[in-house]
């Protein structure tokens, strides 16, 4: 893909600052081709641990993924290109919520997944990703867990790790987006015009459309998926930046979406325009109190180490 005068000036400016710029699926392909590092939540969290050879890290994702990397990195400038770019399921989940169940179960490990802000997280045993969160919570071994915010993964992670008794906070934490494609009615009727295709859910689908499709995945699980699978068609049960993504890298593959506009609104508050407006000014920066960030950050860390 041929580079935009706006593109390359935004490649000069990330030189001379010496800045790394982290990218999450979901992005516009205008800015995902320019990242250092393109990947899920699980993947930018590890390229976001301990950065030490540049000189601040700009988020091109939403509020809780620049959060997330200012907490493994206190020293560092972190730069948000929009604030406005606020993910609506990581506000669902306020800290009392969260204070109730564990005075509920009291000794019950708390799993949150990545999509909270850091006051949640610093009250979490240890943070989860949709890539993680099975490992996780089999590796904890635990009778009982609460798990938050999202009541779709906890059905997938219930699903995989049976046994375990997961208490969901909130009750109905949810992403619209994914909860949008709804029970997969579409991609069933696209699976048969290609038989041949395969179905992929996200675990923050709905449970009904997590059983119907042929894999359940992250998106970097999809990313994966798209390389080594032999099939040529796939129904992609996701938000629609990560479609960008696959047909970029796979080509002769189709990558058909599961929904025409699963579109995350929050992701698409970053542009060209204000990533590039972001650089020059070295603002809006995201910061986190040290008292919440040091809880915050055993949580990652843990996860990171657990992870492995
Ligand atoms: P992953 O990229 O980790 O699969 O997460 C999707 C998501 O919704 C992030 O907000
Ligand atoms: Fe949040 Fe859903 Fe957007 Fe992910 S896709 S950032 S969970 S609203």
Redesign the pocket.
């Known amino acids: 893909m041929e580079l935009n005068e706006l593109q390359r000036r935004v490649l000069r400016l990330k030189e001379e600052k010496n800045a790394l710029l982290l990218v999450?699926?979901y992005q516009v392909p205008e800015i995902q081709v320019l990242a250092d590092h393109l990947g899920?939540?699980?993947e930018l969290c590890r390229e976001a641990q301990g950065v030490t050879d540049a000189d601040m890290i700009v988020f091109c994702g939403?509020d809780f993924m620049a959060e997330t990397a200012a907490v493994l990195n206190p020293d560092k400038k972190v730069v948000l290109p929009s604030l406005k770019a606020r993910?609506p399921m990581a506000a669902m989940l306020p800290v009392e919520v969260i204070r109730e169940a564990k005075a509920q179960h009291p000794g019950a490990p708390v799993v949150l997944y990545v999509?909270t802000l850091a006051e949640a997280k610093a009250e979490a045993t240890v943070t989860c990703?949709?890539?993680n969160a099975d490992k996780i919570i089999r590796k904890l071994g635990a009778e009982t867990v609460i798990f938050g915010p999202d009541r779709n993964l906890a059905y997938f992670v219930g699903r995989r790790v049976p046994g375990v008794e997961i208490i969901p906070v909130p009750g109905d934490g949810h992403?619209n987006v994914h909860r949008y494609i709804g029970d997969g009615d579409e991609a069933m009727e696209l699976k048969r015009k290609h038989p041949g295709a395969e179905v992929w859910a996200?675990p923050?689908c709905e449970p009904a459309f997590q059983d119907r499709a042929d894999y359940v995945l992250?998106?970097?699980g999809m990313v994966r998926r798209a390389r080594e699978s032999p099939a040529d068609v796939f129904i992609v049960g996701t938000?629609l930046g990560l479609i960008d993504r696959l047909a970029r890298e796979n080509p002769g593959k189709t990558f058909l979406p599961a929904k025409v506009h699963a579109e995350c609104g929050a992701m698409k508050r970053i542009t060209l325009e204000n990533l590039y407006a972001a650089l020059i000014n070295e603002e809006p920066v995201v910061t986190v109190p040290e008292d919440v960030a040091s809880g915050a950050r055993v949580a990652i860390e843990r996860m990171l180490e657990m992870s492995v």
């Open positions: 999450h699926n899920d939540s699980l939403v993910c999509n990703t949709s890539a992403c996200h923050e992250s998106t970097g938000e």
